[in-house]
């Protein structure tokens, strides 16, 4: 067994949330990025192209006064169209500093991301003191 990583993998290593100008490259013209919040009823919802993900960011670093972080916890490829990350999210929000998991299935086609749904765990989140 050899321990070479996947390309869609290597791919997604590159994809950075800060820095999307970046990101042209690997992603596709019709990119979209759902984004799955019932607690964040005003944010949820399909952002398309990189300006409108640059805009999604944006909010949400100011809602959480520039608090947001995210650390990748595993990446696993699903055949060659899919690959699945669970992080674990760190935010204040309301005064309180919480953590909480989340899963982002991302789609590729012909070697470039295409799609991305962002799934947190709302209803299990962390206050951390």
């Not at 399909?46 to 916890?73: C, Q, R, W």
């Not at 699945?84 to 005064?95: A, D, E, L, S």
Request: glycine share 6%; charged share 25%; proline share 4%.
């Amino acid at each position: 067994m050899t321990d070479t990583i996947h390309p869609n993998i290597a791919l997604l290593k590159k994809f950075d949330v800060r820095n999307l100008d970046a990101c042209v490259d690997i992603v596709t013209d019709n990119f979209v990025w759902h984004f799955f919040n019932p607690k964040l009823p005003g944010l949820q919802g399909d952002y398309h192209g990189l300006e409108e993900l640059k805009g999604l960011f944006a909010k949400l670093d100011e809602m959480t006064n520039h608090s947001f972080n995210v650390t990748p916890i595993e990446a696993r490829a699903v055949g060659d169209e899919l690959v699945v990350v669970q992080t674990c999210n760190r935010i204040t929000f309301g005064g309180n500093t919480i953590e909480f998991d989340v899963v982002v299935v991302w789609r590729f086609v012909e070697g470039k991301i295409t799609e991305a749904w962002d799934i947190p765990s709302v209803f299990q989140v962390r206050i951390i003191e």
